[in-house]
């Protein structure tokens, strides 16, 4: 199956993403200041540690969902601080950006 947005590649980004979307304003609001909290400590702690090999791009795929984002194509493109985020954390190491979107899912499914 040809997977057409980058997170579609990823089961966790799209459960966190299918959760974002069902979460009342307020509930979006407070997550996106915390995600852009935890991308800044994480961004932190790897300037700190200094490698050089981190993999920071998840490719083309991803540089053109950025472009869309810029574009406000998409859902979260048009709630200003989910956007942020979204953008802060594309430029995480992949195994960063992937965990992230994994803690959502499974966080959501232990409330549920």
């Known amino acids: 199956m040809y997977d057409r947005r980058w997170y579609d590649s990823d089961s966790n980004t799209q459960r966190a993403l299918e959760i974002l979307k069902d979460m009342d304003e307020n509930q979006r609001r407070a997550l996106s200041r915390d995600l852009t909290t935890v ?5 932190e702690l790897h300037n700190e540690e200094e490698d050089e090999d981190q993999d920071v791009s998840l490719g083309i795929d991803r540089v053109l969902g950025l472009y869309k984002i810029s574009n ?3 859902w979260y493109d048009k709630v200003s601080l989910l956007s942020y985020a979204m953008k802060t954390m594309s430029t995480l190491p992949r195994e960063d950006f ?14 549920a």
């Open 39 to 43: 991308v800044k400590q994480i961004k």
């Open 72 to 74: 406000s194509r998409r």
């Open 98 to 111: 992937y965990n992230i979107m994994e803690g959502i899912a499974v966080s959501a499914e232990n409330v």
